[in-house]
């Protein structure tokens, strides 16, 4: 059964007396528990799909549903993994996750059932040795963890990842994918990830949607990655699914919607 | 105290090898460079003070006179004779209760409208131009007009204080609250944080070091304008003293008077810097 779904959505944004049609169309259904990656090519509204979903902007045309019902402002089922972190630099590692945990599971958890969880997030991304650091004294990777851990704490429905390992060198995001994985494959959380690697998107994914470029981007195409999981990165760098699967999502970034702006 | 401690060390560990004495005396020689200019430059200002006022027909006394003569102030600061016939402290303190309650009045009042120019767009069109205008008046301006509605000295300056130091705080607090990053209200808004708690988990310590920018131009203003204030309400205060003292031509002891309040003036600006660092972790420039 549908567990998130977009219909029909589309937004314009006015600026000086001009409108700018970003998305148009844009239709995508999501079953619970699955892992779906946006990739296109930048400035193609992939961001902007997120931030509808995440209810962060409002769409001017169709809706978001969840479960059934529409969503129309943010909210913690809908937990975002910003592709900054956003962490608050005056709270420590434990600080931050507790500000979510404190607020979002106050009536559903006692304080020392509060307490438990903030550690087992922490925990769960690793990062408990850390936890009375603030995010100034540790690295871009472990920021990033903690903004993972804190959006799980919410216990979201859907956890939502822009770009979450974009600014981090290549080791470091290789490591924090397969984490990522394993959490996934633990937790069988929804995910929806933005993405501009293709590698990520193969690897991670159930299905790749494809975007087309702006204005009035849409969705160009759906692929889906029939890889086994728990996946292993070295046993399917010579997979022919995933060999596949990876020329097709390239096929269509660089021969079908090739950015003009790059070829100019 | 902390000196002769460091030397003591110094001796102590000097048969065990060289490697650390020579770290203490780089630290002495940090600490003396800091110390020693302004001493020589103090020295060198008080010298030629007292060469050039020890001539015949100098208005102002030489600093040897200025000490002998105020000796009886600057010996016994805590007499108290009952009116205004008081030592030093006494003055001091008036005038830091007056400061104290202006000032914190003030950033209860700055801190409120400034988030509220921050947020607001429309509170910033409306209240921002009135702003501007009226934080050029002098303070001593507001005086009579105090004075006029209290019909009171002691709240008069009080209020002086703090419409002379409430500005400051209100534009740094406003341009504070604007500067948030958007990714802090994104963090909010997915966490539904209500009013209440983004005000005080989110707004303050993301504004808080342009906050204490604020805070510490606006106590150096109250304490400029508290001076002048007193000269002019009379009673118990630092002003009140030099403007008496003036009047019976004790011109030594104004000079010992301005020598504290210059001093306490330096100790608040670094009072409210060194709660700025503390309170925001460091990120505020002391």
């Given at each position: ?13 006015t600026r000086a007396g001009r409108t700018t049609e970003v998305l148009r169309d844009v239709d995508l259904k999501i079953d619970k528990g699955e892992f779906v990656s946006l990739i296109g090519h930048s ?199 995933y060999t596949h699967a990876r020329a097709e999502v390239l096929e269509f970034l660089y021969a079908r919607h090739a950015k003009p702006a790059i070829a100019a | 105290m902390a000196l002769g401690t460091t ?215 109250s304490w400029l304008a508290i001076v002048a204030a007193e000269m002019l309400i009379g009673g118990v205060g630092i002003g009140f003293f030099i403007w008496d003292a003036w009047n019976s031509s004790h ?36």
């Amino acid at each position: 059964m549908t567990h998130l779904s977009l219909e029909q959505v589309g937004i314009s944004f006015t600026r000086a007396g001009r409108t700018t049609e970003v998305l148009r169309d844009v239709d995508l259904k999501i079953d619970k528990g699955e892992f779906v990656s946006l990739i296109g090519h930048s400035g193609c509204g992939k961001s902007t799909v997120l931030n509808i979903v995440a209810g962060l902007l409002k769409a001017s045309t169709g809706g978001v549903l969840l479960d059934g019902k529409e969503v129309n402002s943010p909210g913690p089922e809908r937990a975002v993994v910003f592709q900054n972190h956003s962490l608050l630099p005056w709270l420590t590692v434990r600080e931050n996750v507790a500000l979510a945990v404190d607020k979002v599971l106050r009536s559903k958890k006692s304080r020392a059932e509060r307490r438990e969880w903030i550690e087992h997030n922490l925990a769960l991304v690793n990062m408990t040795h850390a936890a009375e650091k603030r995010p100034h004294e540790i690295s871009g990777g472990m920021k990033q963890r903690v903004g993972i851990a804190r959006a799980l704490a919410m216990e979201p429905k859907v956890l939502l990842m822009d770009e979450p390992f974009g600014a981090l060198d290549a080791l470091t995001r290789a490591h924090l994918q397969d984490q990522l994985m394993e959490i996934h494959l633990r937790l069988k959380n929804t995910v929806i990830m933005i993405t501009h690697d293709v590698d990520e998107a193969v690897l991670l994914s159930d299905r790749i949607v494809m975007m087309t470029n702006g204005p009035s981007a849409t969705i160009g195409e759906v692929l889906s990655v029939p890889l086994a999981r728990p996946r292993k990165r070295l046993e399917l760098v010579e997979d022919p699914t995933y060999t596949h699967a990876r020329a097709e999502v390239l096929e269509f970034l660089y021969a079908r919607h090739a950015k003009p702006a790059i070829a100019a | 105290m902390a000196l002769g401690t460091t030397l003591g060390r110094v001796a102590a560990v000097k048969p065990e090898g060289a490697r650390r004495p020579l770290v203490t005396r780089a630290a002495l020689k940090g600490l003396a460079l800091r110390i020693v200019p302004p001493l020589v430059v103090l020295a060198v200002f008080l010298l030629l003070w007292e060469v050039l006022c020890q001539r015949p027909g100098a208005g102002l006394p030489p600093p040897s006179r200025v000490v002998t003569e105020a000796w009886d102030i600057i010996a016994h600061p805590f007499y108290d004779n009952g009116g205004t016939d008081k030592g030093l402290f006494w003055h001091i303190s008036a005038s830091l209760q007056r400061v104290a309650l202006g000032f914190t009045l003030a950033v209860i009042a700055g801190v409120m409208l400034g988030t509220l120019v921050g947020q607001s767009e429309w509170a910033m069109r409306g209240l921002d131009p009135i702003f501007q205008v009226l934080r050029t008046i002098p303070p001593l301006a507001w005086l009579p007009l105090s004075l006029a509605a209290f019909r009171d000295g002691q709240p008069s300056a009080i209020f002086v204080i703090f419409i002379t130091s409430i500005w400051p705080i209100i534009i740094n607090t406003a341009v504070g609250i604007r500067n948030i990053p958007q990714d802090y209200r994104n963090v909010a808004a997915v966490l539904r944080l209500n009013a209440f708690e983004f005000f005080a988990k989110v707004m303050l310590p993301s504004a808080a070091p342009y906050i204490f920018t604020g805070l510490r131009i606006g106590v150096g203003l109250s304490w400029l304008a508290i001076v002048a204030a007193e000269m002019l309400i009379g009673g118990v205060g630092i002003g009140f003293f030099i403007w008496d003292a003036w009047n019976s031509s004790h011109i030594s002891e104004i000079i010992v008077a301005l020598v504290y309040v210059g001093v306490i003036g330096f100790v608040l600006d670094r009072l409210v810097a060194g709660l700025g660092h503390l309170v925001t972790r460091g990120t505020a420039t002391a």
